[in-house]
């Protein structure tokens, strides 16, 4: 065990054994950066959910992307993007040993064009989802393998018709869930399984026909968690009026009350063993990690699945081994280090960038089927291995330094100034959020918004309380957003037929507020991925957990919470 100082905050952190025998294994140095500053180095070079309008400047065509229109490289067309109309070879440049790698790569950077969206195998009437895979008749998707016929989701896996909600899985019918696994039909939950036609439910599993439900197991017919007969179950639903805007705000306020009187378990698990972090399905042996299902010997890991023996890798995976300070690899890569957005059997990748199904390959942009490529110029296998060794004991040896003084050597994640992304574009500002000076003062870029003046047609107040009062004609009305004044609101939205049909489907009245402001609404409900110190509250055990005081005031431990719930 070893205790080293943060470069970024100037806090100690401890590197564990196990640790080093990882890097050992991969020939990796130590990190210099604490877990914390890495994982929001990882979170703020990736773009998620902000989407553009814009040319693509191999066609003139217009298209959606995550790059704006004033990027210094080309964008392109995903289709183009992945075709052989252009050759990504023609961008290489010989390394040379009298400038920092760091330096070289920003001029590949500024000049390789790059993928407008990233959607990988099928994607079918979907065109603007991003980060997304075998998607089929679905908007406003972001990060979700396997969606259909879904609308506004952050980070999903196998949905089916779902709507505004963040981090689902093998999901039906939900709406404004968060944190819920195997549910169907169900609204307002969190951190729930195997729930079907339920309402305002926290921590309950395998439950049907309930309403404002914390920690209830195996439980039909449940309010606040007493027990009615069918027929009295049902006359208490339709007084609770859940099909209104107001009896919605009257639940949201006494479900918190009641929810925060019950104690909360310390951490979410399933079937899994040895792990610290939250919300963890099938794993072992996963340390601080959070939202992780199917992963076997993993640390330092956020939203990934079907995984192992990787560590600080930030979304995706579905079969990865081996994938360490980066972020956005998937589909069956392996010993990806220090790199982004290579996916589909890419292996042996460092410090590369959209290089899908490549191989063996150092400072790489865009190169699909790549191979034995240093800063996009081909090599022999032996030229390659020679030169790779000489650009790492040269990392080494002469270091980067970038704008906030800080050495970046070999072993360290690309500098937050060599970001494609402003700050309040990327994931950190969902998980980690600060303020345009808060984001500059640490050396983050930042984008300002534009304030679109939407002349809107109805305001939300005038909007009607069920959604059987509303009419089609809603579909030709702009929105006024009921925060439009806030720095994540659009200002107005407006209601697509599918939208439209979902509503009247699950009999929910229409949102007040756009769909930025209500994905901000969810983010404030789900705690910040850090782990705090405290206290069992039945027995004073010590527990390492994400809730804070102020949401959970009661916590016990896994043993205590087995012993009062089950």
Known sequence: METKNCQKCKKDFVIETEDFNFYEKIKVPLPTFCPECRLVRRFASTNERVLYKRKCDFSGADIFSMYSSDTKFPVYDKDIWYSDKWDPYQYGMDYDFSRSFFEQFLELQNKVPRMSLV??????????????????????????????????????????????????????????????????????????????????????????????????????????????????????????????????????????????????????????????????????????????????????????????????????????????????????????????????????????????????????????????????????????????????????????????????????????????????????????????????????????????NYKTTIENRELPETIGDVDDSILNEIISCEEKDSEYSVGAYRITQDELSFYRRMDIPLPRACFDVRHKRRLVKRQLPELHNRNCSKCNVAVKTMYGESFAPILYCEKCYQQEVY
């Open 119 to 452: 959607k990988q195998r099928m994607s079918v009437n979907s065109p603007y989802t991003h980060r997304v895979d075998d998607m089929k008749n679905s908007y406003m998707v972001f990060r979700t393998t396997r969606g259909t016929d879904s609308m506004y989701v952050y980070i999903a896996k196998d949905i089916l018709n779902c709507m505004d909600s963040f981090a689902i899985s093998d999901c039906e019918l939900c709406y404004e869930c968060i944190d819920c696994d195997k549910c169907y039909k169900t609204r307002f939950s969190q951190e729930s399984k195997e729930l079907r036609d339920c309402f305002f439910m926290h921590g309950c599993r395998n439950c049907s026909d309930c309403v404002g439900c914390v920690n209830l197991v195996n439980g039909q017919y449940y309010i606040f968690n007493v027990k009615y007969g069918k027929e009295e179950y049902f006359e208490k639903l339709k007084e609770l009026k859940l099909n209104t805007v107001s009896g919605i705000k009257s639940m949201e306020q006494s479900f918190e009350e009641f929810r925060k009187k019950s104690p909360q378990k310390s951490t979410i698990t399933l079937k899994s063993e040895d792990v610290s972090g939250n919300w963890f399905t099938n794993c072992k042996n996963v340390k601080e990690s959070f939202w992780c299902i199917n992963i076997r010997d993993g640390k330092y890991l956020f939203a990934v699945f079907d995984s192992q023996d990787c560590m600080d890798y930030f979304q995706w995976g579905n079969s990865c081994e081996q994938v360490y300070e980066s972020e956005n690899v998937g589909l069956n890569s392996s010993r990806i280090f220090f790199s982004t957005q290579c996916w589909m059997g890419a292996h042996d990748l460092y410090y590369c960038h959209s290089c899908p199904n490549s191989a063996n390959c150092f400072g790489c942009i865009g190169l699909k089927k790549g191979e034995y490529s240093i800063l996009n110029k081909k090599y022999t296998k032996e030229e390659y291995e020679i030169i790779k060794e000489k650009i790492i004991k040269q990392m080494n040896e002469v270091p980067y330094k970038g704008p906030d003084g800080i050495e970046y050597r070999f072993g360290e994640h690309f500098p937050n100034s060599l970001s494609d992304f402003a700050y309040n574009e990327t994931a950190a500002i969902d998980f980690f959020p600060l303020t345009k000076e808060e984001a500059t003062r640490k050396g983050f870029r930042w984008k300002d918004k534009e304030k679109k």
